[in-house]
Nanobody, 120 residues
Framework: QVQLVESGGDLVQPGGSLRLSCAAS????????MGWYRQAPGKERELVAV???????NYADSVKGRFTISRDNAKNTVYLQMNSLKPEDTAVYYC??????????????WGQGTQVTVSS
C-alpha cells in the first residue's frame, strides 16, 4: 500500500535545478509528510531537509543555501526545491512522513523514492 507518493526526480546537469514533491495518500489515519532523505549506492541514508514537529527546519550542511523545503498544508504536500545541483547530490531521494494512529501510537512512513542524477 502506497502511503507517500514522490515525484520530480530526473537527470540534470551540474548547476541545474529540480523540485521534488511528496504527497500523502488517503488513509484512515493521518500521515503528514515531514521531509526528505537521500541514499546513494553503497552509502547510508542521510537527512537532507525536514520539518520538525516543533515547526523548525533542519537542513544538512551540504545543502544549506541550495535546497529549500516547503509545504502546502491544503494539499498535505511537502516540496524540496534543489538549486545549484552537484554530482554529489546524486541519490535516491526519499520522503518520510509521520503517521499518527492515536495519541499514544505514532510511527514513520517512507516513500518509495525518486532518483536524482546530476551529471554532465
Amino acid at each position: 500500500q502506497v502511503q507517500l507518493v514522490e515525484s520530480g526526480g530526473d537527470l540534470v546537469q551540474p548547476g541545474g535545478s529540480l523540485r521534488l514533491s511528496c504527497a500523502a495518500s488517503r488513509n484512515i489515519f493521518s500521515i503528514t509528510p515531514m521531509g526528505w532523505y537521500r541514499q546513494a549506492p553503497g552509502k547510508e541514508r542521510e537527512l537532507v531537509a525536514v520539518f520538525t514537529r516543533g515547526g523548525s527546519i533542519n537542513y544538512a550542511d551540504s545543502v544549506k543555501g541550495r535546497f529549500t523545503i516547503s509545504r502546502d498544508n491544503a494539499k498535505n504536500t511537502v516540496y524540496l526545491q534543489m538549486n545549484s545541483l552537484k554530482p554529489e547530490d546524486t541519490a535516491v531521494y526519499y520522503c518520510r512522513g509521520l503517521r499518527v494512529v492515536s495519541t499514544a501510537i505514532e510511527y514513520f512512513v517512507w516513500g518509495q523514492g525518486t532518483q536524482v542524477t546530476v551529471s554532465s
